[in-house]
């Protein structure tokens, strides 16, 4: 079973995703933000370096998908492709920084990849406020992150509602992050744990 954890900048993607693998003994698979070759670059100059970091992006969570699929155990995914091509993607397109050569060539290789991958079981979408975000990226202090602007999280928020809300047709559990401490408290992780067994066990029972 492959599930996807959603999210912007700094939702808690990562710490969920962690906490999740934990507690039902599944396999954890993270984005290649320390790999990209790429991304330090994409901060300093965006629209110089936009396709490259896509396509790098791209590349990669095809191979994670791939490798999912081929696995019977179940994975837990930090951030899906869909999100990389309908989120991020789609919100360089629109700031101006993938030219429509360059975001068409894109397009067609991802739905040529789309032709031979399924999507994720479940998506779960962490759902923030931007200072909320901004609070997060601050504390954890990633070096590649102090330029980004509220701008650029706003669009990408406003992305996100829209991927999940009207765009993507699979199954979704949306979670409002802003006033919960699921790392700290854990009521919060314990309510976040009953409705993915809930919408787990429908699945089940959907499937017989």
């Not at 900048?9 to 995703?17: P, R, V």
């Not at 991304?39 to 590349?59: G, Q």
């Not at 309908?86 to 068409?104: E, H, I, P, Q």
């Not at 406020?129 to 102090?146: Q, Y």
Request: proline fraction near 3%; charge should be negative; hydrophobic fraction near 35%.
């Amino acid at each position: 079973m492959h599930i996807v954890v959603a999210g912007n900048i700094g939702s808690g993607k990562t710490t969920l995703t962690n906490l999740l693998a934990r507690h039902y003994g599944w396999i954890p698979r993270f984005e290649p933000v320390e790999n990209n070759p790429y991304l330090d670059d994409y901060y300093k100059d965006i629209n110089r370096w936009s396709f490259n970091v896509e396509v790098f992006f791209l590349k990669q969570r095809f191979r994670d998908m791939l490798e999912i699929s081929h696995t019977k155990k179940t994975v837990i995914q930090d951030r899906s492709i869909y999100e990389g091509v309908y989120v991020f993607t789609a919100n360089n397109k629109a700031m101006g920084n993938l030219s429509d050569r360059d975001f068409n060539t894109y397009m067609d290789l991802f739905d040529s990849m789309m032709m031979i991958v399924r999507p994720p079981q479940l998506m779960i979408y962490l759902r923030s406020s931007v200072p909320h975000l901004v609070n997060n990226i601050e504390r954890r202090g990633r070096k590649c992150e102090e330029s980004m602007s509220i701008e650029y999280l706003q669009n990408v928020n406003g992305r996100y509602d829209d991927f999940i809300f009207h765009q993507y047709t699979g199954d979704v559990l949306v979670i409002d992050v802003d006033h919960i401490d699921f790392l700290h408290n854990p009521k919060d992780l314990g309510d976040i744990i009953d409705k993915i067994d809930a919408r787990l066990y429908g699945f089940f029972q959907n499937s017989k």
